[in-house]
């Protein structure tokens, strides 16, 4: 981040302020049930209130078709909750770039707060168009970004903005960014990297760059079928992907060179459906029978994977290990999230995405050392590929 401007080097008085937020948070009856993120932008936004600025936010909330408004996309839910945590009014303009948000940012005053709407109400948000861009930046002086989650998106408000106003590094890009990168670069060790999911091919990139970095590596998830698929076993209804079978083994003689004990499940929660009333049973992982499917790891492995965590003094988790949602699979994830959070020495970073809600889900998000809000850019970030919305902050 050296060569990323702070806002701590921008005089926010008197000028208006385009703050790209990553404010993407779930929605229920009109009601936000996970604010998370919003809290995550508290310091950048309190910070540029604090210093006289016209702070305009600017976030999108799901994925809306890109054709104009759509009431379940809308930002209004996140804008009263915002408003709440703030403890005042945030004004809310009825489109991104049109008469409402240019009439709203009119009437602002210093320390005001306004958001936009929904930034991909807009297709040419996601196109990085040229014009839209141009059209975000009319409405301020300067930009900052502060969507960690979004910054692996070329997309109008995240990279194109940034080309045509001084630009600035929010609160939360910066420790993102500086946090993650500081772990891969010089973690302190033994370094533990715990990664499930669903799909080898979604990780592949990762797994990669974790075996040229971390001493232990710990698969999880639907994916280490594949790895097992690999290993000769039998998978019986698991999730498995046969065309990545040829690169699991080719990881698992990369780690066997590079001295990484790669750990793989040794027994699995199987049953023959995916339900909340599902029978389940543990079986070895060489015994699953053909008509299940393994949805979570087992209690053997629970207790060796949380053991080597036990002995970390760095940890970075990114994926489940099982089907956590519902109940009878959520004991390995748990056991898994309890033995991170117990290990108060060590650095201990929550990579994103479903595990998030799993720390969440189990109460120890505060016994983290750092949880980051950007799944897929946190993931990005960790197999060296360069981040548009930081590339483009670039001095």
């Known amino acids: 981040m050296a060569d990323i401007r702070s806002i701590d080097e921008l005089d926010a008085r008197g000028k208006r302020v385009l703050v790209r937020v990553d404010l993407n948070t779930?929605?229920?009856?009109?009601?936000?049930?996970?604010?998370?993120?919003?809290?995550?932008?508290?310091?950048t936004i309190e910070k540029l209130m604090q210093d006289g600025g016209r702070v305009i936010l600017v976030s999108h909330v799901g994925r809306p078709a890109g054709t104009g408004f759509e009431e379940a996309y809308s930002i209004a839910p996140i804008a009263d909750r915002l408003g709440e945590l703030l403890g005042c009014s945030v004004a809310r303009a009825e489109d991104v770039t049109g008469p409402s948000a240019h009439a709203v940012v009119q009437a602002m005053e210093d320390g005001d707060v306004v958001i936009l709407e929904n930034v991909r109400f807009d297709a040419r948000e996601k196109k990085n168009d040229a014009v839209f861009a141009r059209e975000l930046a009319d409405l301020a002086d300067a930009y900052v970004n502060d969507?960690?989650?979004?910054?692996?998106?070329?997309?109008?408000?995240?990279?194109?903005?940034?080309?045509?106003?001084?630009s600035y590094a929010g609160y939360l890009m910066q420790?993102?960014?500086?946090?993650?990168?500081?772990m891969l670069d010089d973690p302190k060790r033994p370094f533990v990297a715990v990664l499930g999911g669903s799909k080898v091919s979604d990780k592949i990139k990762v797994i990669d760059a974790l075996l040229d970095k971390a001493d232990v590596l710990i698969i999880g998830g639907a994916m280490c079928f594949t790895f097992l698929m690999a290993e000769g076993c039998g998978v019986g209804k698991s999730?498995?992907?046969?065309?990545?079978?040829?690169?699991?083994?080719?990881?698992?003689?990369?780690?066997?060179?590079?001295?990484?004990?790669?750990?793989?499940p040794v027994d699995v929660i199987v049953a023959e459906a995916m339900a909340e009333d599902a029978q389940t049973f543990a079986v070895s992982v060489k015994e699953i029978p053909d008509g299940s499917m393994g949805l979570d790891i087992g209690?053997?492995?629970?207790?060796?994977?949380?053991?080597?965590?036990?002995?970390?003094?760095?940890?970075?988790?990114?994926?489940?290990m099982g089907v956590f949602e519902m109940k009878p699979f959520e004991a390995g994830t748990r056991k898994v999230a309890e033995a991170i959070a117990a290990n108060r020495e060590a650095d201990t970073i929550i990579g994103g995405g479903d595990s998030v809600a799993a720390v969440n889900q189990f109460g120890v998000a505060d016994q983290m050392t750092f949880i980051s809000t950007g799944g897929g850019a946190s993931m990005e970030l960790v197999q060296g590929e360069v981040l548009p919305g930081v590339e483009a902050l670039a001095r």
């Open 26 to 43: 779930p929605v229920k009856d009109g009601k936000v049930t996970d604010d998370t993120r919003i809290r995550a932008a508290l310091p």
């Open 147 to 166: 969507a960690f989650g979004t910054a692996h998106r070329a997309h109008a408000s995240t990279a194109g903005v940034a080309e045509l106003l001084p």
């Open 299 to 320: 209690p053997e492995t629970a207790e060796i994977y949380a053991d080597a965590i036990k002995k970390a003094a760095s940890v970075f988790w990114n994926g489940p």
């Open 239 to 264: 999730l498995v992907e046969p065309d990545w079978v040829e690169r699991a083994h080719d990881m698992m003689a990369k780690a066997k060179r590079n001295g990484v004990r790669l750990l793989l």
């Open 175 to 182: 420790r993102e960014v500086g946090t993650l990168t500081s």
